[in-house]
């Protein structure tokens, strides 16, 4: 089990570079997979450097979407589209992050962070420098040599978050990442993507069953529910804990809630 001590506070240092986000669109889409259709009719336009949040009850079709997205599931009919080109299939400026963190148990953390590099062709002195570095930024540099299964579930969130961002991707799309994690560690996990994710301009799907979770991390929160698209919604700001009194954000929660059922 993750603990405290995983709770992250302070100010990330800069970002090693800046990725320009990227526009995602579907069209009139059908989303799942042949003779078992999960969503129907979506419309959707993520802007570039959104964080889009999407929330639904378990089985409506969420991590659907993300596969979708991602290129890992190809569409059931309707259009799905990067910067207005086709998205036919996988692709490095889309990088995953799951509940599960899918470290590669034999590696240790800067070796894992270094996988996207090493794909990429980059010098071992390079990529050496820019996984320690994106180490430094999720408050790992101690933990750089350390295998996956010698730290906490929050530490390996944090790694896996480094992973993803350090190929610099134009969006990132993550499946409940924070699911699996205590209360106080996912509160720090959250706070620590605010963080990382500053400067770099990535577009952000984050797909969540936690509403609270969605209002805080997201933009625009995207509520999906029996079998449909069924709301976007603007989610007031700044991005603060202390305005979950705020009489819009309570309307909107209270919305939110209201349109799932729940």
Excluded: Y
Excluded at 9 to 36: E, H, K, M, W, Y
Excluded at 47 to 76: D, F, N, Q, W, Y
Excluded at 206 to 231: K, P
Aim: glycine fraction near 10%.
């Amino acid at each position: 089990m993750s603990t405290s001590s995983d709770t992250v506070v302070g100010t990330a240092a800069p970002a090693p570079s800046a990725a320009r986000g990227t526009r995602l669109t579907l069209r009139d889409a059908t989303l799942g997979r042949p003779g078992a259709p999960a969503v129907t009719g979506v419309d959707l336009d993520i802007a570039p450097g959104e964080i889009l949040t999407v929330v639904g009850s378990s089985g409506c079709g969420k991590s659907t979407m993300l596969r979708t997205l991602a290129g890992l599931l190809p569409l059931l009919s309707g259009e799905v589209s990067q910067d207005g080109r086709p998205l036919t299939g996988p692709g490095a400026e889309r990088a995953l992050v799951f509940q599960e963190d899918a470290l590669l148990p034999w590696r240790t953390l800067r070796a894992n962070v270094e996988l996207p590099l090493a794909i990429k062709g980059l010098p071992r002195a390079e990529r050496r420098t820019q996984a320690q570095s994106w180490l430094d930024r999720v408050k790992l540099a101690d933990r750089a040599l350390q295998l996956p299964h010698r730290v906490s579930g929050g530490q390996r969130q944090r790694a896996q978050l480094a992973r993803a961002l350090a190929g610099h991707p134009r969006a990132v799309l993550m499946d409940e990442p924070f699911g699996a994690l205590d209360a106080q560690t996912r509160a720090g996990m959250q706070d620590l993507l605010v963080e990382v994710l500053h400067g770099t301009g990535a577009t952000v799907v984050f797909v969540t069953h936690d509403v609270d979770e969605a209002l805080f991390l997201g933009d625009r929160v995207a509520l999906l529910g029996g079998g449909r698209l069924t709301a976007v919604r603007d989610i007031p700001r700044p991005r603060d804990r202390a305005a979950h009194d705020d009489p819009a954000r309570v309307a909107l929660r209270r919305d939110v809630l209201s349109s799932l059922g729940t």
